[in-house]
């Protein structure tokens, strides 16, 4: 039986290893969204009884999936999810995963991390007027392709958010997301989000410009920043803008 998820959900990839309960609670504890849907890649000998005890005991935790560990578990996550839940009453849809699970105590993917969280779940008004305004995807990091690439996510579509959070605008994608092709990759899930629309109605809500895997970017550095509410402003502008031109070339 499919389960029918309402207004705003999260659907989080997870690989139960190494400090993964600490990641999964700093990234769903508190959040703002009305359900969570999870699935959960297995690594072999793992206490299911345990991991699901732990994982349903999350305020929100709709439903928990399983499959396998494999490269390719979260593009099999994603099926599962496409396949086991009625997403017709749902408006936002954040997806989000266990990063940092194999590499912990690594402060500049936990940095990394807190970042694209804190625009999906503190910022998720802001991501509701973006919303509002018909763009379709939202995220920080977006990349475009520039030139020919022979791995990662721009194999798949001509645009992608790095770190692979995105929150989508799914009544507006809900056709291409329930029937565009998961590439069996590793970097498919992330790859795929690009295939849901064109570029110009993906919105990126904030840009650091550096390698998150090498450099250090604390909270002070976007908490108290502007650079994403100039950033929509300029959206604005450039919208009224377009609408004047419009207008002008009407009536001459």
């Not at 969280?117 to 305004?133: Q, R």
């Not at 970017?217 to 100039?230: A, D």
Request: net charge positive.
């Amino acid at each position: 039986m499919n389960h029918i998820c309402k207004k705003n959900i999260v659907l989080y990839h997870l690989y139960p290893v190494n400090n993964w309960k600490e990641i999964t609670q700093k990234l769903l504890l508190n959040i703002p969204h009305d359900e969570i849907f999870i699935h959960v890649s297995l690594p072999e000998n793992t206490d299911i009884n345990d991991l699901e005890v732990f994982l349903l005991s999350i305020q929100k935790v709709k439903a928990v999936y399983y499959s396998e560990n494999s490269k390719y578990s979260e593009v099999d996550g994603l099926e599962k999810f496409r396949k086991s839940i009625d997403f017709s009453e749902c408006h936002i849809l954040t997806y989000m995963h266990s990063k940092g699970v194999t590499k912990p105590g690594n402060k500049n993917i936990s940095d990394w991390t807190e970042l694209m969280h804190y625009f999906h779940t503190k910022k998720i008004n802001l991501c509701a007027i973006v919303f509002g305004e018909k763009y379709k995807l939202y995220g920080v990091n977006k990349k475009i392709k520039y030139k020919d690439v022979k791995s990662g996510p721009l194999l798949f579509s001509d645009y992608h958010y790095s770190g692979n959070f995105v929150s989508l605008n799914l009544p507006l994608v809900l056709q291409n997301f329930m029937e565009k092709t998961i590439d069996k990759d590793y970097y498919g899930v992330e790859g795929f989000w690009g295939k849901l629309c064109d570029s110009s109605e993906a919105y990126n809500v904030f840009g650091t410009f550096i390698n998150h895997y090498k450099t250090p970017y604390p909270k002070y550095q976007y908490e108290k920043s502007i650079m994403y509410s100039l950033n929509f402003f300029i959206h604005k502008c450039h919208q009224f803008i377009q609408e004047i031109k419009y207008l002008f070339y009407r009536f001459r």
